[in-house]
């Protein structure tokens, strides 16, 4: 299993930025994809999440009404779309695969928002 983010980078208050998840190495299309945020001195923790079947999501209070989790299952790509960032969202931003027992993480794409 193999995933790759990328997309992250320094925005000012209130901009929007698009993460993408490509993603290798098992059936893309059947399984939870998720997306996890560590923050400095913080533990990393669930955010958004896109079941396999119906593509139904979840958010947590936090970015709730300003993120958006999609996913393209032509590609295999995980998207997060991000608008009304707040310094709050300055975090590293991991996609995650729950497989055969093992959660699998990308390397991670650092999200910094700052004016």
């Known amino acids: 299993v193999h995933l790759v983010e990328s997309g992250g980078g320094l925005v000012q208050p209130g901009g929007s930025l698009r993460l993408s998840c490509t993603a290798s190495g098992f059936p893309f299309s059947i399984y939870v994809k998720n997306w996890y945020r560590q923050a400095p001195g913080k533990e990393r923790e669930l955010f958004a999440t896109i079941s396999d079947s119906d593509g139904r999501t979840y958010y947590a209070d936090s970015v709730k009404g300003r993120f958006a989790i999609s996913r393209s299952d032509f590609n295999n790509s995980l998207i997060l779309q991000m608008n009304s960032l707040k310094p709050e969202d300055t975090a590293v931003y991991y996609c995650?695969?729950?497989?055969?027992?093992?959660?699998?993480w990308g390397q991670g794409t650092p999200v910094t928002v700052s004016s």
């Open positions: 995650n695969v729950y497989y055969r027992g093992r959660n699998f």
